[in-house]
């Protein structure tokens, strides 16, 4: 048996094999020959159809960028800014820096 190579299917897709099995009038081997998908996708696509649809009721958007922590990040400035000071002062010191203020 030859293996069929790596589909990927449209979000438009999956939700509409999720819906066919969110009714309930036929069985998960029924849709799975129809939609030519495993019984099991088909399971998960439906079980993240149901764990997302609170969102779409949801009065509140939610951000799918993370939290930025700008103490942090102005943190991680100050320590790059120094060891660049740093640095740049022991090159002229060693006169490998053309640009060295003397």
Do not use: C, Y
């Not at 149901?50 to 509140?60: I, R, S």
């Not at 400035?77 to 820096?97: M, R, S």
Request: charged share 30%.
């Amino acid at each position: 048996m030859t293996r069929r190579p790596r589909r990927n299917h449209s979000p438009a897709f999956k939700a509409k094999v999720a819906l066919a099995a969110l009714k309930g009038d036929r069985t998960m081997s029924e849709l799975a020959t129809q939609f030519d998908v495993h019984p099991n996708q088909i399971k998960l696509w439906k079980d993240q159809l149901l764990d997302g649809v609170p969102d779409v009721f949801d009065d509140k958007p939610r951000s799918k960028e993370p939290e930025i922590d700008v103490t942090s990040l102005h943190a991680k400035i100050g320590q790059l800014t120094l060891e660049n000071d740093f640095l740049e002062g022991a090159l002229a010191k060693a006169g490998l820096l053309p640009s060295a203020k003397k």
